[in-house]
């Protein structure tokens, strides 16, 4: 691998990262805005009007959605495209499923596999991100 190629997937994952984390920010931050809600009819109102007011929501709606769109696209790149290497995931996800818990006697090139917490949580995001 080049030293440009590395930088170019460099520079996409950290577009994926910060764009996740800003949309990660604008879920807590939309969170806290809905549970304004609490505050009482009155309290949900004058959010409501604050921010109609000040033109914070139609633009936010824009922001996020572009934010949301690259997002997808950067993030997309790790999904397997070719059959190959989904089947190659199917049959690594099933492998990770038998080994459970259950941990090799020796670390040796034939032992089954371990399952971790990442790589099942990987599957999973890959799973989820492709519906």
């Known amino acids: 691998m080049r030293y440009g190629n590395a930088n170019r997937q460099l520079g996409y994952?950290?577009?994926s990262g910060v764009s996740g984390l800003l949309l990660a920010l604008f879920m807590f931050g939309h969170t806290m805005l809905v549970?304004?809600?609490?505050?009482g009819e009155r309290?949900?109102?004058?959010?409501?009007?604050v921010l109609e007011e000040?033109?914070?929501?139609?633009?936010?709606?824009?922001?996020?959605?572009?934010?949301?769109?690259?997002?997808?696209v950067f993030a997309s790149r790790k999904i397997?495209?070719?059959?190959?290497?989904r089947r190659r995931l199917i049959r690594l996800a099933n492998d990770l499923a038998r080994a459970g818990n259950k941990r090799p006697p020796a670390a040796t090139e034939l032992s089954p596999l371990q399952s971790h917490v990442e790589s099942v949580l990987w599957i999973w995001q890959v799973r989820t991100g492709l519906v």
């Open 13 to 15: 994952e950290l577009i």
């Open 80 to 85: 397997p495209a070719q059959l190959a290497d």
């Open 35 to 39: 549970g304004s809600i609490l505050a």
């Open 54 to 72: 000040l033109y914070i929501a139609q633009p936010t709606v824009f922001i996020i959605s572009v934010f949301f769109l690259l997002h997808a």
């Open 43 to 49: 309290g949900f109102d004058w959010v409501a009007t």
